[in-house]
């Protein structure tokens, strides 16, 4: 089931929900609305090889006037806010204002397992040269409960503080 966002907000305040900061005029019918963080990772490689580190990675740090990002490049972002749960699964999504405008996030990995509570990175994608600042809200996220005993996430991106790069390539190749 999909927590309203009165049950978010009253999940938080226990302690279950993790979110910070928190604002409560961003608490949305099923969703919370979360900001863009201040750092982007620009991927500037040609080709990308899954079993190598990108090697054109280039870190921006979002200026006050924003940044300008431009179409058949991927870029790293980051939440502004730290999210997660202990009992619930997190999904990210864009919101509409800013899928309007062409630009999209997290569209291959919106799934924040149980127990994971970072500043989650978002994949950003654009249609058009288009200018994005800081702190802008740019996405929801929704808590679903689940069924079943429920297991932490101890993944390769647990405790993630910053935006993270691909982690693929730490897997050996079977």
Not at 21 to 41: C, I, K, M, W
């Amino acid at each position: 089931m999909l927590l309203t966002g009165a049950e978010i907000t009253r999940q938080r305040r226990n302690g279950v929900i993790a979110i910070e900061p928190f604002t409560a005029d961003q608490v949305e019918q099923n969703s919370y609305g979360f900001r863009l963080g201040h750092r982007l990772l620009s991927c500037d490689d040609e080709v990308y090889d899954a079993h190598r580190p990108l090697e054109r990675i280039a870190p921006v740090e979002i200026p006050a006037e924003g940044v300008l990002l431009y179409p058949n490049r991927l870029y790293l972002g980051e939440t502004l806010e730290i999210i997660g749960s202990t009992r619930y699964a997190c999904e990210l999504y864009g919101n509409l204002s800013i899928a309007a405008l062409g630009v999209w996030i997290q569209v291959s990995a919106p799934l924040g397992h149980t127990g994971a509570i970072v500043r989650w990175t978002l994949e950003i994608r654009v249609s058009q040269p288009i200018r994005l600042h800081r702190g802008m809200r740019i996405g929801k996220v929704a808590f679903w409960s689940v069924n079943g005993d429920v297991v932490q996430y101890n993944g390769r991106y647990a405790n993630s503080v910053a935006v993270t790069e691909s982690r693929l390539c730490t897997e050996v190749a079977s």
